[in-house]
């Protein structure tokens, strides 16, 4: 372990060398913070641009900051299994990428795997945020956006924002309370 003054120094050129720092400062304690602020978009609609999503004016500061913070994880490789021992992790799976995005609104404590999503919060679609879970996948639409690891046809795996819709049929939709 090196001296705790080379702390400072090692973290800056993890933060310089990106990614693959991401494992090494897990070791050494640091604490990942995707970013709080970001721009947005009148009205209550989201929109994606260039694969990121640009959450509403109107939409609550919680449902923002899990747009903004989601940003940081879209484009990740997806991996079963991937974001369920840590909210950081190298790739993400549907229900890591959910949990992620709920947990940075500050309604999920821990990552959720689909199946128990299917009782997650209040039952139905919500304003802002709607999970869709059923055995085996879920994804949620947020202001209107969905957030899905699935691309069709085995490529554009992980997660991603999309602007086109995907059929409910078979899952169950739920929202946290108030969203």
């Known amino acids: 372990m090196p001296p705790r003054h080379f702390f400072p120094l090692i973290r800056r050129l993890l ?17 990942e913070h995707p970013p709080q602020t970001g721009p947005t978009v009148p009205g209550d609609k989201a929109v994606v641009v260039r694969g990121k999503c640009i959450p509403p004016a109107n939409a609550p500061l919680a449902v923002k900051k899990a747009v903004w913070a989601t940003n940081y994880i879209v484009n990740k490789s997806y991996v079963w299994g991937g974001g369920h021992s840590t909210f950081y992790d190298r790739g993400y799976d549907c229900s890591g990428s959910v949990s992620f995005l709920l947990h940075h609104a500050g309604v999920l404590d821990q990552p959720t795997p689909s199946q128990a999503l299917q009782t997650y919060g209040e039952p139905g679609p919500g304003y802002w945020i709607t999970i869709y879970a059923r055995n085996g996948h879920t994804f949620a639409i947020v202001c209107g956006v969905r957030l899905d690891t699935t691309g069709g046809h085995g ?7 999309r602007a086109n819709t995907r059929g409910p049929r078979g899952f169950v939709a739920r929202h946290p309370r108030g969203m």
């Not at 490529?155 to 924002?161: A, L």
């Open 15 to 31: 933060r310089i060398f990106g990614a693959a720092g991401l494992l090494a400062s897990s070791a050494l304690g640091a604490v």
């Open 155 to 161: 490529r554009d795996e992980g997660p991603r924002w």
